[in-house]
Each structure stands twice: as structure tokens, then as C-alpha cells.
């Protein structure tokens, strides 16, 4: 916690400064110390992680639209012949772990467990020795 000396003198008992004084000191000088030095580089973090997630899936996307027209006519034979005697199941190659790419993906089970102060199942609290 940044320590803050105007109220560390009040707490210690120093009459001379006012809850007045506190208090607009809190909001002018103290609360956007604390935001700039250690919280914007917080946020920093988020949205190079919100970038980084939302062209993660862009490119997820790109991937599947590369390999469409191959794999739609390949779907389309293994609809009309059989292998081995029974028909097979094919996906897009980009999509052939779905099991990866869901776990991979931020649902709404993630966002509530976000919202109420959890982590989601599989992710590790990791804290940073900067902040």
C-alpha cells in the first residue's frame, strides 16, 4: 500500500491538519498517485490481454475461413462414401481440437467467476513483482 504522510500525521495524531484537508488531499493528490503508479499499469496489462485474446480468436477465425473450402468438399465425401464400412466424421482442421479451443475460450461461467473476485477453473493466480 502507498504510503500516504498527510494521513499517517492525522492518524498519529496531528490536530492541525482537517478531515477537510484529508479528505481533499485524498481526491486530488493521493487517489491519482496511487491509480497512475500502480494501477494504470494494471490496466495497461488488460487491454494489451484484451487485444491479445480478441486477435488470438480473429485469427482462429481467419483459419477456419482458410480451410473451408477444402474442408466442405471433403465433408461432402465423407457423406456419400464410407471408410473401413462406416461413414466418418471430419471438422476443419482448424477446428479439429474443439476441446482445446473451448477451454482456450473466455465464457460466461469465466466472466461471473470474474465478477465475483475468482479465478476461473484452470487459471492460476500469477502476481507480478512490479505492482
Known amino acids: 500500500m502507498k504510503k500516504w504522510d498527510l494521513y499517517e500525521q492525522r492518524k498519529n ?15 486530488k493528490n493521493y487517489c491519482p498517485l496511487v491509480f497512475n503508479e500502480e494501477v494504470a499499469p494494471i ?15 480473429m485469427d482462429l477465425h481467419e483459419k477456419e475461413e482458410e480451410y473451408k473450402d477444402i474442408y466442405n468438399e ?17 471438422n476443419n482442421p482448424a477446428e479439429c481440437d474443439k476441446k482445446a479451443i473451448e477451454q482456450a475460450m ?26
Request: proline share 1%; aromatic share 10%.
Open 106 to 131: 473466455i465464457d460466461e461461467k469465466d466472466l461471473y467467476k470474474a465478477r465475483i473476485n475468482e479465478l476461473p477453473d484452470g487459471i492460476e493466480r500469477v502476481v507480478k513483482d512490479d505492482e
Open 74 to 90: 471433403i465433408n461432402e465425401y465423407a457423406h456419400r462414401f464410407k471408410v473401413d464400412g462406416a461413414y466418418l466424421l471430419v
Open 13 to 27: 495524531g496531528d490536530e492541525s491538519i482537517s478531515v477537510e484537508d484529508l479528505i481533499s488531499d485524498y481526491a
Open 43 to 57: 490496466v495497461e496489462r488488460m487491454k494489451k490481454a484484451k487485444s491479445d485474446y480478441f486477435n488470438a480468436l
